[in-house]
Structures are given as C-alpha cells and as structure tokens.
T-cell receptor, first 111, second 117 residues
C-alpha cells in the first residue's frame, strides 16, 4: 500500500462544473500537505498547500484537510479546459525534507 | 519571478556512461531537493541539501552522488548509467524557515530528461 493514495482517474468534468480530487495518506506524522498540477512532460506546479484542519480557499481552488480521517481534497470551481492535467497530492512529515507523492489523478475538463 | 533553473534540459547517454545534472535554485533559497520521475510514475525523492549539507536521503542509488556548492547550486552525478535510469529528473528549492515545522514549500524546476540507450 502506498503512503499516499489517489484515484488515478481519468476524471472527466464538464467545463464550468466543480472538479473534486481526493487523497488519503497513511503516515499520521504527516504535517504538511500540498497539491501540485503537472502537465504531461512538464514539472509539478504548486497549486495549494494546507497545514491545518479545515478549508483553505485560493481563487477557484479550495483545499480541505481532515487529519483525523487522514484525508485531503482539492476542489476546483468553474473548471476550465486549461485545468486538464494530472494533479499530484504530496505530504511532508515533520522533520523530514522529502515530499511523498501520490500517483496523481488525471483530470480532463470537457468543453 | 525567477524560477529554478536546470541544465541540461535533455541528455542522451549510453549505458555505463556518466552524467552530471545541474540545478540553480530560486535566488535566496537555501535548500535543494532532487526527484526522479519515471514514465507514468510519481516523483520519487532522491536527496536534499540545506546550507551545503545533506539534509535527507531517499531512494538514491549508490551509483549517484550529489552536492550543494557555496552559491547554493547543486549537481547530481550519475555513474554507470543503466537503462532504468531513463527518467525526468527534477530539482526543487525552498527557503528554510526556522520553527516552521517543515512547512517550507518546494518549487520545482523544469526538469532534465535523461535517456539512457
């Protein structure tokens, strides 16, 4: 079992709708949580980070963290075709430098 | 804003050859990380450096070594290359924030695509 689990998709969402991406993690020592977007052949691009339980909003993006359930999610409102990419969930344990990534969810926004 | 710079962007090597990848972090960033991403896989952490000292180590083969220099740039040296080393190699950088408890955000460079034939 991977430390960070994501549905690989593909997840297809109509343009203008809400895309919901989910991530679970197994290490209860995880402290920091990140969502990266990666286009094919390109580098991961930071979308959001969240450290505390609850919701964090940034423009069309909302990250949700529930440490008790070891669950992180990313909501994308008013989805655009340019949002079509692979979304990587990454976690960081206190005291460690490394990010541990999930396998990513491939999101396709349908015009 | 300045980003992480990696060179070369593409590299083709034969088996058993050596390769050196370079990474120039975002200005004022003091921590550098190296990740390897195989086709269809998630990035795997290799190694990191803070203030020129190794700060964490992941699944880096013994054939690989890395260091961070006084100007904070880093080099990943890969020897006795194997076909399985073909991958995207990303460098990321961050600024260490004392007492932040590991909340530093890593920013990734464009990557070096290595092909071993």
């Amino acid at each position: 079992q991977k430390e960070v689990e994501q549905n690989s998709g593909p997840l297809s969402v109509p343009e203008g709708a809400i895309a919901s991406l989910n991530c679970t993690y197994s290490d209860r020592g995880s402290q920091s949580f990140f969502w990266y977007r990666q286009y094919s052949g390109k580098s991961p691009e930071l979308i959001m980070f969240i450290y505390s339980n609850g919701d964090k909003e940034d423009g069309r993006f909302t990250a949700q963290l529930n440490k008790a359930s070891q669950y992180v999610s990313l909501l994308i409102r008013d989805s655009q075709p340019s949002d079509s990419a692979t979304y990587l969930c990454a976690v960081k344990r206190f005291g460690n430098e490394k990010l541990t990534f999930g396998t990513g969810t491939r999101l396709t926004i349908i015009p | 804003a300045a980003g992480v710079i990696q060179s070369p962007r593409h590299l083709i090597k034969e088996k058993r050859e050596t390769a050196t990848l370079k990474c120039y972090p975002i200005p004022r960033h003091d921590t550098v990380y190296w990740y390897q991403q195989g086709p269809g896989q998630d990035p795997q952490f290799l190694i990191s450096f803070y203030e020129k000292m190794q700060s964490d180590k992941g699944s880096i083969p013994d054939r690989f070594s890395a260091q961070q220099f006084s100007d904070y740039h880093s080099e990943l040296n890969m020897s006795s290359l194997e076909l399985g080393d073909s991958a995207l190699y990303f460098c990321a950088s961050s600024l260490r924030v004392e007492l932040a408890g590991g909340q530093e955000t890593q920013y990734f460079g464009p990557g070096t695509r290595l092909l071993v034939l």
